[in-house]
């Protein structure tokens, strides 16, 4: 336990202190996690409605392949991108191998399809209630699409924050795309798997708790949001 | 542009109408012809095929064999002539008065006259002092009002409402029951499906009779409920249960 008691010591030490390898290894991980969790919205949220509002054909395939790509193991993801963006990849010209631009890249790959699987599960619900009412009133598919992710946006919101929380929290990928080098690509997750092999416990503890802590705050705020709309929410 | 200023696109003809979903043969070859702005009620036990009429002739199903037609529309779209109330409200998650707002402006009625048509509509269903109030937070019996006065605000030659009283309290029928007169008294066409006799006795003009995916009579309202030619449908306002098979019928 002196382990546990150094660790929490060591954590608000290291916050009451505003230590500036801290915050710049905070700030980088929400920029990475936050700006992956943005596109990812981006593309998932209106890709899950049409799953769920379009029959076409192909469709139930691709429902499987995100279903299945809901669960990808971040270290592939993380291999995967390795590949495509080292020297010798077809993206090599770019020159994005171990840069901050390279992690968003591998966090969006690995919670797009979760966001879309998320939001085509809420959709589907939504539009089984409303299909045959909107086409009465002569909604066409776009407009009918911009209703489902309005009147689904709390639900939604769950959805996104299942993607923040696997991003935020995810080591394999960021590790292997970005490398872990100080002051450039180390963010939480990676600074704690370093400070572990260097035996410094107390230190990755209070980075997990700082983690830990942060992500609490951050479902805080979307549940305190929630409140505040909570008028009309009523399922 | 608002429908009820465009020449009407009844009579609605129904040609050897079929629908099968599945193997089951669930409208078996109706025929009829739906005209002038009076209410039609459609009759039968459940499972009579109502509901599905109804999505037929609204366009929300099409038909396996026959064909629907609108011969007033004369090549216009009918669809925008047209509104339809289902037996569960279907509310969007916004308030009352968007909720209207919402169906004016898929119909592309304009900004400036949406204001007046709301009020009008919500007034009309008595829901006026609700109209800032989420419409997911009314009661059953009020959002059905609601999802009438949406109607109403759309000015549609044709109205359908598929057991629109089902599940809520006299006091909310009666004042959906007035909507759906007054509506008649603007001209509005009325196709209803109900299995409240009661109801249909208030309100009919006409009578369709469905059995199991069969039209057994069309009549006047007057005349059917007074005596109604098919022997099933005698049974039915006698308040027998209707079985299957013909030889389980009391004799008249």
New interface residues.
Partial sequence: MTDFGAAISTAFALVANLDSDLSEVVALSLQVSLSAVLIASIIGLPVGAALALFRFPGRTFLVIVLNAFMGLPPVVIGLIVYLLLSRAGPFGVLGLLFTPTAMIIAQVLLITPLIAALARQVMETLWL??E??L?????TPL?SLG?LL??GRYSLVTAVLAGFGRAIAEVGAVMIVGGNIDHVTRVMTTSIALEVSKGNLALALGLGIILVILSVLVNGLVYVLRGIHR????? | MMSADAPTILPLELNAVSLTLGDKRLIKDISCTLEAPQITIIIGPNGAGKSLLL?LC?G?LQPSAGAIDWRGAAGRNP??H???V?QRP?L????VQANID??LS??KVPRRRRRALIEEALTRAGLKRFAKS????LSFGEQQRLALARSWALRPQVLFLDEPTASIDPAATHVIEEVILAMREEGTKIIMSTHDLGQARRLADEVLFLHRGRLKEKSDAAAFFAAPKNDLAQAFLRGELLWWQRRELTPP
Avoid: N
């Avoid at chain 1, 086409?135 to 909604?139: A, D, K, T």
């Avoid at chain 2, 969007?92 to 308030?95: A, E, G, T, V």
């Fill in positions: 209630e409303y045959e009412q086409r009465s009133l002569g909604s407009r209703v309005r009147d008028q009309g929410v009523t399922p | 999505r609204h929300l669809s925008p047209q509104a339809m289902f279907v969007l998650r916004r308030s919402f169906a898929l119909r989420s419409a997911r937070l």
